[in-house]
């Protein structure tokens, strides 16, 4: 490799191409905006499946330590009305291909299997232009830069590397959640630990659509609550989340009637009620081969929340980290083969989510969702 790989942005795809270079000797340093590994919260829980996830993390020699972190049990998927009603249930066997882990475990494995150094936190993007021939500086809000020839963006969402190769910009998907918690909940709130189970809850109300409940039980018993409804941005952006309690009063009367112990997830939350958007890239987006630069996960193919994010994004992330090892003398050439493998698979992993999307959110949401559990017919 002529220089060393330069990686903007230390999120679960960064980091595992940055894990799977270092495994094949490449250098590669990862420049990172937040302050530090602690800077802010990692998120829930995610399911790590057995068909791109888990191979990335092979690819990396990380998966016994990947295994040590899965919480036992979590495959357990679970089906309610809005009465409290449970219209399906499925026990975790151990057989699934999905297991659970939290996302800052996660995230730590990948980051304590890099050399000190690596990454260079508090290193925010302001910019990224083209030198020619392959090159591109990228410039720090403290005033610093960096020129690369071998420049990977996986900056996420609003990337500040996509406008290298692509005009495309993230589109509104027509969703957002609201976030809550019930901290150990498992014990302070034992009806709505119940009504969860050992896993995964989804909430409906089988009389009306658009509108949903998610619960993951986490570890220490944590219950994350995801509340998910369609509704124009601007509905969103009229609601006081800085009033948390008058924002908490106005999505509790989204979800009237429902039962307590569900309802128990907006009233009793021990964190102050937010929410997050759904945006997306088109279905099909990709891009010509532009010399020096490509990009993997959310930054080359944000879709609706679908459980491949994070999955997708490891194993651009271990693909791409492969290739580069593959063609030590030909950067482009590794571009080249990643991006022909990537952009179709990101293509189908996006329309299935726009499909998946209208399951869980449209008519008879429950019912499509026990068939997909299932594997009946819709």
């Not at 679960?12 to 990862?30: D, F, K, M, W």
């Not at 959310?298 to 929340?305: E, K």
């Not at 571009?335 to 698979?345: D, G, H, L, S």
Request: overall charge negative; hydrophobic content about 40%.
């Amino acid at each position: 490799m002529p220089t060393p790989v330069t990686i903007i942005g230390a999120g679960l795809g960064g980091l595992t191409l940055a894990r799977v270079l270092h495994v094949h000797g490449i250098p590669v340093t990862v420049y990172e905006a937040e302050a530090s590994p602690t800077a802010r919260a990692q998120g829930g829980m995610l399911d790590i499946h057995d068909y791109n996830g888990q191979p990335a993390l092979r690819a990396a020699g990380l998966f016994e330590e990947f295994r040590g972190i899965v919480l036992e049990g979590r495959e357990n998927y679970r089906v309610l009305d809005r009465d409290g009603t449970v219209l399906f249930d499925r026990p975790d066997d151990g057989t699934g291909g999905r297991p659970e882990v939290q996302r800052a475990e996660l995230r730590r494995i990948l980051l304590d299997s890099l050399p000190d150094g690596t990454i260079r936190w508090g290193h925010k993007v302001t910019g990224v232009r083209a030198l020619g021939e392959g090159r591109h500086e990228v410039a720090f809000a403290d005033g610093g830069s960096v020129v690369t020839s071998v420049l990977v963006g996986a900056d996420g969402a609003w990337s500040r590397v996509r406008p290298l190769v692509s005009d495309a910009t993230p589109v509104y998907g027509g969703t957002s959640s609201i976030e809550t918690f019930l901290f150990d909940g498992a014990d302070r709130h034992p009806a709505t630990a119940k009504a969860v189970g050992g896993g995964s809850l989804f909430a409906f109300d089988t009389a009306t659509s658009g509108k949903r409940i998610d619960v993951h039980r986490e570890s220490g018993g944590n219950l994350h609550a995801y509340l998910t409804l369609t509704r124009p941005l601007e509905w969103f952006e009229g609601i006081d989340f800085a009033d948390p309690a008058a924002a908490t009063a106005r999505v509790e009367r989204e979800f009237a009637g429902w039962a307590p112990e569900l309802l128990a997830l907006i009233t009793d939350s021990d964190t102050d009620p937010g929410y997050r958007p759904h945006f997306t890239l088109p279905v099909e987006h990709r891009w010509d081969r532009v010399a020096g630069v490509t990009l993997i996960g959310d930054a080359a193919h944000l879709q609706p929340p679908n459980g491949e994010g994070a999955n997708l994004a490891m194993q651009d992330g271990a693909e791409l980290g492969e290739a580069l090892a593959a063609h030590p003398d030909d950067v482009e050439a590794a571009f080249a083969e990643y991006e022909r493998a990537m952009f179709p698979r990101s293509a189908e992993t996006a329309a299935d989510g726009v499909e998946f999307s209208k399951i869980l959110l449209g008519d008879d949401a429950a019912r499509n969702l026990i068939a997909v559990f299932t594997g009946a017919e819709q």
